[in-house]
């Protein structure tokens, strides 16, 4: 936790500002588009800031409680809820301590862990998209990275695991679960001969967009082994118990190691299976947003192979 006095954080994006250079970490996942006004270009050099705005001056002392990237699910279990946990462990020691974070939706998935956390709203200072925030003191942490998942990321998990679980008596899915994506993007293209063949097994398919968060951790509790399709829903398994078997679904074109390090991190086992591109007339070749085809037999028989092997690493 780095202590900037003077810190500037610009707009709703995360961007650090002290002593006239921006912080490097918290340059990640910020892209000068219309989610990031105040941005007009990101380099590796930096970033540059458009003009006209708004500066106000916070006395006390502040946290940022965000990345650039806090709209995304996934990121905002790895980079924000960390945060958030590091936040209300600061209050023991600045007990004026104040949150700064974008406005969120109600009921959203932020909101909720707010929530599930403690954070009373009266702490959370909002910031706007178009104003440069200036505190006396600012808090700010390194950065959290999906690909590199810090076993803080997993005490976070635990601590919303454990507000979870006191909150409701959420139930479970059962031992199997299968996550699918209700995106138009990377669509797995024989779903309904998977989920048969997943549900013959005694599988529960689960679409985890429209699904309070506190039944999703609770699925992620319950479950022994978690098959999921590569989608910001798969984050989920930073709530799993130490030992739970994960096999990720992938397109040939979108094979990444963001939920293999989750999984290390967690005392997971991780499989994966890569799946036959489908051409379609906006994909006609494999891309990482492509269509795919799940090869059934040999998913089965991942999951038979790893169900009795935690914590391996196994790629098909």
Avoid at 92 to 119: C, N, R, V, Y
Avoid at 191 to 205: K, T
């Amino acid at each position: 936790m780095a202590c900037l006095p003077g810190g500037t954080v610009i707009g709703r994006e995360g961007v650090v500002l002290f002593q006239g250079k921006v912080l490097h970490d918290t340059m990640r996942n910020v892209t000068a588009n219309e989610g990031a006004p105040a941005v007009r270009a990101v380099s590796a050099a930096g970033i540059l800031l458009q003009g006209g705005l708004t500066t106000r001056h916070l006395a006390g002392t502040y946290m940022l409680g965000h990345s650039g990237a806090w709209r995304n699910y996934a990121h905002w279990l790895i980079e924000a809820l960390p945060r958030l946990v590091a936040f209300m462990q600061a209050r023991g020691h600045f007990p004026d301590l104040k949150l700064l974070l974008p406005p969120l939706p109600p009921g959203s998935f932020q909101a909720q862990t707010l929530e599930l956390l403690g954070i009373d709203p009266a702490w959370v200072e909002a910031e706007a998209q178009d104003e440069a925030l200036t505190c006396e003191l600012l808090l700010s942490t390194s950065a959290f990275d999906l690909w590199s998942v810090s076993p803080y990321c997993r005490l976070a998990a635990d601590r919303l695991a454990a507000a979870a679980e006191a909150a409701a008596s959420a139930p479970g899915l059962g031992p199997i679960v299968y996550i699918h994506r209700g995106s138009a993007q990377r669509q797995v293209r024989n779903f309904e001969a998977l989920a048969a063949a997943l549900q013959a097994r005694g599988a529960q398919i689960a679409d985890f967009e429209a699904m309070p968060l506190t039944q999703q951790i609770a699925a992620m509790r319950q479950a022994s082994v978690v098959v999921g399709e590569n989608g910001v829903a798969l984050a989920n398994i930073l709530f799993c118990r130490p030992g739970t078997t994960v096999i990720e679904l992938f397109n040939p074109a979108s094979v990444q190691p963001a939920y293999w390090s989750m999984a290390s991190c967690c005392g997971l086992g991780y499989g994966f299976l890569v799946g036959r591109h489908v051409p379609t007339d906006r994909y006609p070749a494999p891309d990482q947003n492509g269509d795919y085809d799940v090869p059934i037999e040999a998913l089965l028989q991942t999951l038979d192979a790893l169900a009795s092997r935690p914590a391996a690493a196994v790629g098909t």
